[in-house]
């Protein structure tokens, strides 16, 4: 039995909470069980610290307590980091040096365990706190007085559902957004969150007083960071990338189609699209002055990267605390893979986009079972499937987090209430899917084309090729992130080295943690990434087209926040001993270097790599646009311009989008230049060198015609024009 006077856990609590200055020790405390260089308070409790965190999920440390930490030098976590630094610069640099980049990482594995044994490289940062038992308002699920709201509410969404959809006498139109049935839409989901939500008690007021000087620096560093991200998400917009592609051409059309009455819910060109770009490209291209252009598209699309952002940090200090938050902030950020989905002017960020709030909401709720949590999480879940066809896999995501919060201990006794809010969140989603789940009950076909044409191999080894996929998709944040030049450099790992080398160090802490702790959060971390991977490795039927960074830009949420507990964890490893909540000397220099590395190389990764691979996979629509405004500039008329179209070459309504012209397609097909003998002079051909048969054409046609030839800026992209005045 202990000594009366030795420290109880009540008496580490009140330490924790700075009720009491230190814990005191009995006097006769043996030798062994203390060394000479543990002689502080803080170094004397280490032992307790970690004992007792070790024995309970209920503790959680307060968000700006350093962690106890040796104060001998760390030595072998910095040797584990320089390990797997040089393992995955040869992953990056070389594909034919495999084995040895394995051996270093082997050898930063077996250094990682030493240090974690030697107690220096801990994640001692993830949230435990207390279950949060529920009163009878939150078991019994909507209050009796609040079943009259939940009532009209759900008058209006059966009010909803049968406007989004064509119906017998009325004048309800299929697939169009209409003010009654927005009304109808919007005022179901206000009266039933109203019906849901909880009233949240009084906040206290905030504390002041030796507080104020430590936040000021806090938020001068979220203001650096910013200013560091916004640099690297909106530099070059207009250039890089430079050119568009068909399905910019799809996107603008879809957009220019809006501006005559064509409200849709669901875009049907080109397999099929969600809504929610179109409208903002819309919006951008009003508030901006930018049109129906390229342009337009990359601004909304960078935008909605920047948008991400806030819920990225919200995310990490949700799983851990607030540095966290910050290093993943600034690590996804400023990363290339992120970056370059938020260029192209495409869909693509918005899977990161909705995937972040979902689990901030979600991950949270869980850990304070607060109801509204779970409503603003059902909300973000149903907004997401407006935006990006990949987050379709969302829902999966969340049973799975609450399948393993079930599976758990730390759900013990609040079973019943964590189902109970799953149904709520998958209603409240529901009812913000209604619009679209309208049109996917009267064209399942139509929506559900481009998923299902990805999932069956022609062979029918469909299994062989999805575990392919599996692997290749595991592979992308370290080794190869595909081929697809549109959304990647080719042939390169996802992550630079800095975030490479710690996202593989923080999966292996996860793992270690997990089996000393058995936390739930720990193992859905792990698990949440191939799970967001699906949309890119169940392209079964395409498998060329896995790993595909686009359609896997959900995992790099979570990829991100693994990424910065890796690096949270190896500063608090070099934390002094003796200084608490400061970082020493050491700390601050390999912060340093570590994050202006990964900023060069990001910075190389998109605006030189990244920018000149675009140039040379993009069709120069841009310079044929050109020549299409000074044709008008000279004549005051287009309608005698024509680009003969020719396999593989640009698409020939692009020009028209350069030349402000985005209704209009350029192409005359070979067969159809007969029908230009009818037009008045002058007229302009623009055609492929390498379309001989079609040049003879016009040449036999048009004797006078002059053919020069445009030399493009890029090598490779000439282009002839045949003139006839």
Do not use: C
């Amino acid at each position: 039995m202990p000594e009366l006077n030795e420290p109880s856990i009540l008496d580490y609590l009140k330490y924790k909470l700075g009720m009491i200055d230190s814990l005191e020790f009995p006097d006769d405390t043996p030798e062994n069980e203390f060394s000479a260089e543990t002689t502080s308070p803080i170094d004397r409790t280490s032992d307790l610290s970690r004992n007792f965190r070790e024995a309970s999920f209920q503790g959680n440390p307060a968000e700006d307590d350093e962690e106890t930490v040796p104060s001998r030098f760390p030595w072998r976590s910095l040797l584990a980091l320089l390990n797997a630094l040089i393992g995955q610069s040869i992953f990056d640099l070389s594909r034919n040096s495999t084995p040895i980049g394995i051996f270093f990482y082997l050898i930063a594995f077996a250094l990682l365990i030493f240090a974690q044994r030697k107690g220096e490289w801990n994640i001692n940062s993830l949230r435990y706190e207390k279950i949060h038992f529920p009163n009878e308002e939150e078991q019994s699920g909507i209050p009796v007085n609040k079943l009259a709201l939940f009532s009209i509410g759900f008058f209006f969404a059966i009010a909803a559902f049968i406007s989004f959809g064509s119906f017998p006498l009325t004048d309800f139109v299929d697939n169009q957004f209409t003010l009654l049935n927005i009304s109808f839409w919007l005022l179901a989901l206000f009266f039933i969150v109203r019906a849901f939500w909880q009233k949240s008690p009084p906040l206290a007021p905030p504390a002041s007083g030796g507080r104020t000087r430590t936040l000021s620096s806090w938020t001068l560093l979220i203001l650096a960071a910013s200013a560091i991200i916004i640099f690297f998400r909106l530099y070059q917009t207009g250039t890089v990338p430079a050119e568009p592609f068909s399905d910019h051409a799809e996107k603008i059309l879809d957009v220019y189609e809006i501006t005559l009455g064509k409200a849709l819910i669901f875009f049907p060109r080109n397999t099929g699209r969600e809504a929610l770009q179109m409208y903002w490209t819309l919006f951008v291209a009003k508030v901006f002055g930018t049109g129906f252009s390229y342009l337009s598209l990359k601004i909304g699309t960078a935008l909605l990267g920047l948008l991400t952002l806030p819920y990225i940090y919200l995310l990490g200090k949700e799983v851990a605390n607030k540095r966290v938050g910050l290093l993943a902030f600034f690590m996804f950020g400023i990363a290339y893979w992120p970056n370059v989905i938020s260029r192209v002017g495409l869909r693509f960020p918005l899977y990161p986009l909705f995937v972040a709030p979902t689990l901030f909401y979600l991950l949270r709720g869980i850990r304070r079972q607060n109801r509204n949590d779970f409503i603003l999480a059902g909300i973000f879940l149903g907004l997401g499937s407006h935006g990006y066809s990949p987050f379709r896999i969302m829902p999966f995501v969340v049973i799975a987090a609450l399948g393993l919060y079930l599976l758990h201990k730390q759900s013990q006794g609040i079973r019943k209430q964590a189902i109970n809010h799953l149904v709520i969140l998958a209603f409240i989603s529901l009812i913000v899917f209604l619009p679209l789940g309208r049109y996917a009950l009267s064209n399942p076909e139509g929506f559900s084309y481009r998923a299902f044409s990805r999932l069956g191999a022609e062979d029918g080894n469909s299994l062989s090729v999805f575990a392919s996929n599996f692997v290749d998709g595991l592979e992308m944040f370290n080794w190869d992130n595909g081929g697809i030049w549109v959304h990647s450099v080719a042939g390169r790992p996802a992550l630079d080295v800095v975030s490479g080398a710690l996202f593989l160090i923080g999966i292996l802490l996860l793992i270690l943690r997990y089996a000393r702790t058995r936390h739930w959060l720990d193992l859905f971390l792990l698990l949440s990434i191939p799970l967001l991977q699906l949309p890119s490795t169940l392209s079964v039927a395409f498998p060329e087209e896995n790993p595909a960074l686009n359609r896997a830009g959900g995992a790099a949420v979570v990829v991100f926040v693994i990424v910065a507990i890796a690096f949270d964890s190896l500063l608090a490893s070099l934390r002094s001993g003796t200084k608490r909540n400061s970082l020493s000397k050491l700390g601050w220099a390999v912060t340093g270097i570590l994050l202006i590395f990964s900023m060069g190389q990001n910075y190389d990764l998109v605006f030189d790599k990244y920018a000149t691979q675009f140039k040379l996979g993009a069709w120069n629509s841009s310079e044929m646009g050109q020549i299409i405004q000074e044709f008008d500039g000279m004549y005051g008329r287009t309608d005698t311009v024509w680009i003969v179209p020719f396999p593989h070459w640009v698409d020939t309504r692009l020009p028209g989008v350069w030349a402000g012209i985005p209704n209009r397609d350029f192409a005359l097909w070979p067969e159809n230049f007969a029908e230009s003998l009818t037009a008045e002079a002058p007229k302009l051909f623009m055609l492929k060198p390498e379309d001989t048969a079609s040049l003879a054409e016009l040449q036999r046609l048009y004797p006078q015609g002059i053919m020069t030839r445009f030399h493009a800026d890029v090598g490779g992209h000439d282009f002839l024009i045949f003139n006839v005045r």
